[in-house]
Structure formats: structure tokens, C-alpha cells
């Protein structure tokens, strides 16, 4: 077995009283894709957040390629404490949010090329052909000197995968990518995220979109209330649900 990028140990994460993760673990092997479903407010954003340090958690462990997060201070006062290990776990889990995010000032082409240059310092030069190439990728190479407002949703969001793309990051972050979309333009993005999961990428999955997560995932975990209610391969947890609540929140997603 070789090292899981990204694995969580019993993690526990509250909001001052509120305990919104009580002990969930995750494990994202190499070139897999981990799907979480769950209602609205079951703690998927803050489980995927506390994956790149975004948020804190006070107990339970994180592990990137096999290493542990070293940890400052106990419960609400526990930080990473390690900056190096921060700023190599947060450019290496690229992170695609809902909202996409761009800079509006910026063209989609610096938008893609920003962090890159700023972040890890690398050449201009180096990174423009990249950039250009992932934009053609995700089927927007025209785009590179637009404005986000000059695109659609569909395509800044594109435009958004390219950006994380281009850091080169060990997996992709998703949460809810295709959520802010109208459906016809959900799909432009379904493609580009199942093309990623066909060329391997590692890849954890927040997704309303069921049959996305049926059709890309290695895995899928089902949170409810901040525990994992149930997890398994995808034909299972779809098609044989095994907990009333993972049977009634299909039908409830089915249903729209
Ligand atoms: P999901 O992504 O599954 O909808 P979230 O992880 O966003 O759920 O939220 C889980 C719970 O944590 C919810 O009860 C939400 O209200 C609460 N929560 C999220 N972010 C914050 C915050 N910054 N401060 C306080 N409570 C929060
Ligand atoms: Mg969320």
C-alpha cells in the first residue's frame, strides 16, 4: 500500500460550543477520488477546510503524504505550529470553491498564472505556457485575456480548475463546484471534473450532484450531524444504502 495523500484520524472540530465534526476520519489514496454527500450543514465544507489548514480542529490527527500536522497548544487553542509544513500542505491541496473566487481586476490568463508566480515564485515564463495549456484543457483557451465577468459561470468556473491546476497540487479540494450553475452549465464542469478523475487525479469531492459522485468517486462518505453515517464504494452506499437516514437523503436528492 503506498502512503494515502491526505488522511484524517478521528477529528474533531467545533465552533466555540458548537461540535459541528465529532471523530471523522478520511483517507485519500493516491489517484483517488473521495466523494462527501450529506445534507446542508452536516460539516462537509469544514471537513474539506480542516483538510488544508483552512480551519482549525482541536483533536485528531492530519496526515499529508504519511506526514503528521505538528500541532501547538490543546483543544480551542490548537494551531499547526509548523509554517513550512503549512505553506506546503495549503499549495499542494488546491482548493475549487463554489463561488469560483477569481479576481475580477485580473484576466482569466493572470487569474491562472497568479499563484504560481506569487506563491511559489516561479518564473512568468515558465508558468504562461502552462497556464495557456490547462485553459485549452478545460476547453477555454480563448478566454485567456477576458475578464471573468466577460465568461459564464460555467466557464469561470472552468477557468478556476485551471487555476489549481496550474500549482501542481498532490489533490484537488472540490466543494460543490457545480452548485452556484445553471444545469446546462453544470455539465461542462461534470466533464472536466470526470476527465481529472480519469487521468488519476486525487481528488475529495463535496458534490449536491449524485450521479457526479456515483460516476467519478473511489469512495463515498455520507456525513450526517458531523459523524460519517455511512462510507463505501459508490454501487453500495447508491445502490444499497444500508442507514435509513443515507436511504432518505437520496430520496430527497433524487427527487430534484
Ligand atoms: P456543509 O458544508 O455540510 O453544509 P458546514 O461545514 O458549512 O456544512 O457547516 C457545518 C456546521 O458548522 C453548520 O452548523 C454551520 O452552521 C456551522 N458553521 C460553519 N462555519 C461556521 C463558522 N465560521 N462559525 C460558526 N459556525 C459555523
Ligand atoms: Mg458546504
Known sequence: MTTPVI????????YGPLEVLKGVSVSAPKGSVISLIGSSGS????????CNLLEDSQSGEILFNGKPV?????????RP???DQIRKIRTNLAMVFQQFNLWSHMTILQNVMEAP???????????????RALLAKVGIGDKADAFPAQLSGGQQQRA?????LCMEPEAL??????????????????????????????????????????????????????RIEEEGA???LFGAPKSERLQQFLSASMAH
Request: include cysteine; charged fraction near 25%; charge should be negative.
Open 160 to 164: 478556476a480548475i485551471a487555476r489549481a
Open 234 to 236: 459508490p454501487e453500495a
Open 173 to 226: 479540494l472540490f466543494d460543490e463546484p457545480t452548485s452556484a450553475l445553471d444545469p446546462e452549465l453544470q455539465q461542462e464542469v461534470v466533464k472536466v471534473i470526470k476527465d481529472l478523475a480519469a487521468e488519476n487525479r486525487t481528488m475529495i469531492l463535496v458534490t449536491h450532484d449524485m450521479r457526479l459522485a456515483a460516476d467519478v468517486s473511489s469512495h463515498v462518505i455520507f456525513l450526517h450531524q458531523g
Open 117 to 131: 508566480v506569487q506563491v511559489l515564485g516561479e518564473s512568468p515564463a515558465l508558468v504562461e505556457p502552462r497556464a
Open 7 to 14: 488522511e484524517i484520524h478521528d477529528l474533531h472540530k467545533s
Open 81 to 83: 505550529s509548523d509554517r
Open 43 to 50: 460539516g462537509k465544507s469544514t471537513l474539506l477546510r480542516c
Open 70 to 78: 505538528r500541532w501547538t497548544g490543546e483543544g480551542l487553542a490548537r
